[in-house]
């Protein structure tokens, strides 16, 4: 096996944990769980103790698609995946990384007084979303394109 697969297989290893887990998550909320749903806060946190059918319906849906991204992660190990798994790996890494790092950003600036967002903001929350929430999915889509970009390369030798 090159260095190039191996360090694909550990890209695609840790998107695709960081995706199992974040999907874990969603389905511990959907099915009921409260842990740490007070750190999510805003209309998520309605949406997951409303417990209507139309939101088990959309915890389900996003469970399936993180579920499918963790999948996703795991194709683009070697040995080489299929051109069209590359790009979306790709696609999806940099929706992911692009999410995550604005939303930590501008949560950040939030949090330092940097910006004023006009009313009242659920500080506990706030903070979760730029230390933690946030940062997973820009890390998770980081992982993803270093995953998909090692695959590609791998495609070109």
Known sequence: MTATALHTGAAARVAAGL??????????????????LDTVG??????????????????GATFALKLLTGLLALALAPPTPRRALVRLGLVG????????????????????????PGEAVDEHALRWHVLVWDPWFLVWGL???????????????
Request: aromatic residues 6%.
């Open 93 to 116: 890494g940099v929706t992911l990384a692009l999410y995550g790092g604005v939303l930590t950003l501008v949560g950040a600036l939030v949090v330092v007084g940097a910006i004023d």
């Open 19 to 36: 995706a199992f887990a974040s999907a874990a998550v969603t389905l511990y909320w959907t099915l009921g769980g409260t842990l740490l």
């Open 143 to 157: 992982a993803l394109v270093a995953a998909g970009v090692r695959a590609r390369v791998g495609q070109a030798i």
């Open 42 to 59: 805003g209309d998520i946190e309605q949406l997951a103790r409303d417990r209507s059918v139309g939101t088990l319906a959309l915890g």
